[in-house]
């Protein structure tokens, strides 16, 4: 297994959309450690990331700046082609897909 991976999580409201990027090491995953992704407009998503049992939690930051946090239990991933696992949940109004890639 490589060391590194590689998170796209595309995070949407009704009034908003924004996908976060970042590339995270094994160990600070396996640890259960919290990192942070990026937007292109460069706004923070702060995750963690459970690598067993997938439970994730995402605190972002609306278009009015107040925080927003999220919890993502009992999700379902698919593995594609390429060896990526993809998490698609919804939440009330709010979708994420998060798409985690071995590089």
């Not at 590689?6 to 600070?28: A, K, R």
């Not at 009330?92 to 998060?98: G, L, T």
Request: glycine residues 6%.
């Amino acid at each position: 297994m490589l060391d590194v991976f590689y998170i796209e999580g595309v995070y949407s409201t009704p009034d908003h959309c924004d996908t976060y990027t970042g590339e995270v090491s094994f160990n600070d995953i396996i640890s259960g450690k919290s990192f942070n992704l990026r937007s292109h407009s460069g706004e923070e998503a702060k995750i963690n990331l459970d690598m067993f049992t997938f439970n994730i939690d995402i605190a972002v930051n609306d278009k009015n700046g107040k925080e927003i946090t999220r919890e993502l239990r009992d999700i379902e991933f698919t593995t594609k082609d390429d060896g990526s696992w993809c998490i698609n949940k919804k939440i009330d109004s709010d979708e994420f897909e998060i798409t985690i890639k071995s590089l």
